[in-house]
């Protein structure tokens, strides 16, 4: 990872990316909560890019990875910001975006934002709006009261926190009780042993989006992350449909 580089923010704050040039449109990869660009997806979204000559972009939400920030300051509202700041800065033309789990509810919020830069969106366990469906009443009672809320982590030894300031700022980009406005090609991918994130997400989500091109493949023993050799081998292969 020696290619790492840095885009400083009007604020000061820099945020980590990678990025190869090559064919539009480019690819723009969303990891999940408390993850960065270092996972498995997005290193082997970034290689094959690099091998077909294509555009591609990895990044660090700040508060992860190697961006400037405390984690627990960030919100969707923020991360949104960064990434859209990052394309306008680093990438010209249409753009892809691949959203994995809680980066599945970021590319909405993104993809609303770019218009008609936007050519494409492939969601990955995508976990839109699970600051609701996520969240039991009396952790959501204590998130409302401005308290840290955590939670077994089956990825690590610490418990994944969540933090009042980003659950009340997700809450006000829920999505899915409406009509989300893009039309572009959307390609949902679900694993159905999800233990995280419902499969039926991505199927609400299908229903919510307006473009009439959706497709939504559910992985029968597939698990949240898609990390496997075969789920990574077809989502490179679903990547290379919209090239």
């Not at 480019?26 to 290689?47: H, I, N, Q, R, W």
């Amino acid at each position: 990872m020696n290619d790492v580089q840095y885009h400083t923010l009007p604020d000061a704050r820099r945020i980590a990316f990678r990025q190869c040039e090559g064919k539009s449109p480019a690819l723009v990869f969303l990891p999940g909560y408390m993850s960065d660009m270092d996972g498995s997806k997005a290193t082997a979204l970034f290689e094959w890019a690099r091998e077909n000559g294509q555009a591609c972009l990895l990044l660090d939400y700040s508060g992860c990875g190697r961006s400037d920030g405390a984690f627990a300051d960030g919100t969707l509202s923020q991360w949104r910001d960064e990434v859209l700041a990052l394309i306008e800065a680093r990438q010209s033309g249409p753009v892809v975006l691949i959203g994995s789990s809680m980066g599945g509810w970021l590319m909405l919020l993104v993809g609303l934002q770019l218009g008609q830069r936007l050519a494409g969106m492939v969601g990955i366990a995508a976990a839109p709006d699970f600051s609701d469906w996520g969240f039991d009443a009396e952790q959501k009672a204590a998130l409302a009261a401005g308290e840290t809320v955590f939670e077994d982590n089956p990825y690590g030894p610490e418990p994944t926190p969540t933090f009042a300031k980003f659950w009340h700022d997700a809450e006000a980009h829920r999505q899915l009780d409406r009509p989300i406005a893009i039309g572009c090609e959307v390609h949902l991918v679900h694993g159905q042993d999800d233990a995280d994130v419902p499969s039926d997400v991505s199927l609400r989500l299908a229903v919510a989006l307006e473009t009439r091109s959706v497709t939504t493949t559910l992985i029968k023993d597939g698990d949240h992350r898609l990390s496997r050799p075969e789920d990574i081998a077809r989502l490179l292969a679903i990547v290379e449909g919209f090239v």
